[in-house]
């Protein structure tokens, strides 16, 4: 389903075993990271429902960001991907039959379903195997709900068909998002186009990931919806065009996670340029969390730098927020030299992998004693030693697992080319901050 762009198909037998490289001596580097994840992706679906064109500066050619181009694209919109700084959206009318690949993108599952209700004719989506798993049932009850008709083959679930009619009634609906703010976030971003706006009232358990649903509102704003998010778990929508603008994309501050956990592992210095002032996204509470843990940020011109002490601590928190860096945070968990309770991270089980099991078991084998709560991971650090690390296709697992191997000789990862979900030039930017002079040295100054 996929087009035959590297950064875009994930085909079977494309792992890549890769043994963590350990850290000599303190690291001391700055590290360019790629576009945000998040804002591509929401940029990426805002100027394909406005008006007129957008431009993406800097924005993240990943597995997830291609495979969105890739399923406005197979809608109508154009999506010029060519130039690697600057991507290029024009609108179109949307229109079926097409085919959307989702990959194991969250983003993609979630944000195109209520784009393709505004398209004519029918737009199947599905994915790798574990996207078949990730929750999307309330997603598909809310569409159904707003005057989409959806054809859920897969159940509850992907593979499904929406058959658009080119026009979506929209007005008021209740979700349970407890499990994804995504299934919010996706609503949201088509909202304006539908006939009657929308108005999304959450029931349930919390929401997590609010800084996400924060970006979502602020973005919508910044192309002229009118959105009200004053009442908790209501969020208004008013009909309207959305205008074109030129994007901005910030650095990706949630992919800076392991790159910054270096400097506590190692005892050294990493600087992510371009570190946003003001931010929306999650990654900007690694500043507190990772000071936390013993890490000494400095924000300035030159971007953040975090400083390592030499100690790692142990940390109690809520991630329900930011669960997205629970797995290096609990990477450095398990070197810390105190014990750590991560919580409120439940909706990670349906995230790329069941996270909390995986987080379980792979530091456990590698020596760490950790308690699996349904909600929360307890860590209590031991001495490690290196082994097999399952990466279950998630680049995040793959970031916690480097994380560990700085610090533990053999730390060997069945796969690191899942990092390409999102920062496909991980193992040449990790192996270039750690100093291994045969790595492609590009995005790290040392
Ligand atoms: O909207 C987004 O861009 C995201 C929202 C969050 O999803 P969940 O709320 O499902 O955790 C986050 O974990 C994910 O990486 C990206
Ligand atoms: C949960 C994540 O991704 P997705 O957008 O696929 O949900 C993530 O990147 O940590």
Redesign the pocket.
């Known amino acids: 389903m996929a087009d035959s762009n590297p950064a875009v198909t994930r085909p079977s037998g494309s792992e890549r075993p890769w043994t963590a490289p350990t850290a000599a001596g303190p690291v001391a580097a700055t590290v360019r990271l790629p576009g945000s994840?998040?804002m591509t992706?929401?940029a990426l679906v805002l100027a394909a429902v406005s008006a007129g064109s957008s431009t993406l500066r800097a924005p993240l050619r990943a597995r997830d960001t291609m495979l969105m181009a890739a399923g406005l694209q197979a809608m109508g919109a154009t999506v010029s991907t060519g130039d690697d700084d600057l991507w290029v959206v024009r609108p179109r009318p949307m229109h079926g039959p097409a085919k959307a690949d989702v990959g194991l993108a969250?983003?993609v599952m979630r944000f195109l379903p209520p784009v393709a209700g505004l398209a004519e004719g029918p737009v199947t989506f599905d994915g790798d195997p574990r996207a078949r798993q990730r929750p999307m049932a309330p997603l598909i009850d809310a569409l159904r709900r707003l005057g989409v008709e959806i054809e859920a083959t897969g159940g509850g679930n992907l593979p499904l068909t929406v058959r658009g009619a080119g026009r979506v009634t929209g007005g008021e609906v209740t979700i349970d998002a407890s499990?994804?703010?995504?299934l919010i976030?996706g609503l949201l971003l088509a909202g304006a186009a539908f006939d009657r706006g929308l108005v999304v009232r959450h029931v349930g358990p919390p929401?997590?990931?609010a800084p996400?649903l924060e970006?979502?509102v602020q973005m919508l704003r910044a192309v002229g919806a009118g959105i009200d998010d004053s009442t908790p778990d209501v969020w208004a929508v008013q009909p309207g065009r959305l205008a074109g603008r030129a994007w901005d994309i910030e650095p990706d501050l949630?992919g800076a996670a392991p790159f910054l956990a270096a400097a506590l592992v190692t005892g050294g210095a990493v600087t992510v340029p371009g570190w946003p002032s003001s931010t929306t996204q999650?990654g900007d509470r690694l500043r507190e969390l990772l000071s936390a843990m013993g890490g000494q940020p400095g924000l300035s011109t030159r971007g953040l730098t975090m400083r390592g002490t030499g100690a790692v601590h142990g940390l109690d928190a809520d991630l329900s927020e930011v669960?997205?860096l629970t797995p290096v945070l609990a990477a450095l968990a398990a070197v810390a030299d105190s014990p750590s309770r991560l919580r409120g991270i439940g909706?990670?089980r349906?995230?790329e992998t069941d996270r909390i099991s995986a987080l379980a078991r792979e530091l456990g084998s590698l020596g760490a004693d950790v308690t699996e709560r349904p909600d929360a991971l307890e860590i209590r650090p031991r001495p490690l030693t290196g082994g097999r690390f399952e990466t279950y296709d998630d680049h995040r697992m793959a970031h916690a697992a480097a994380v560990i191997g700085l610090a533990v000789p053999g730390v060997e990862l069945t796969d690191v080319a899942c990092t390409a979900k999102t920062m496909p030039e991980f193992p040449a930017l990790w192996s270039a901050m750690v100093g291994e002079k045969t790595g492609d040295q590009r995005g790290v100054e040392r």
């Open positions: 994840k998040s992706a929401r969250g983003t499990s994804s703010s995504q976030s929401v997590p990931s996400h970006m979502t949630s999650a669960g997205e909706h990670l349906g995230h």
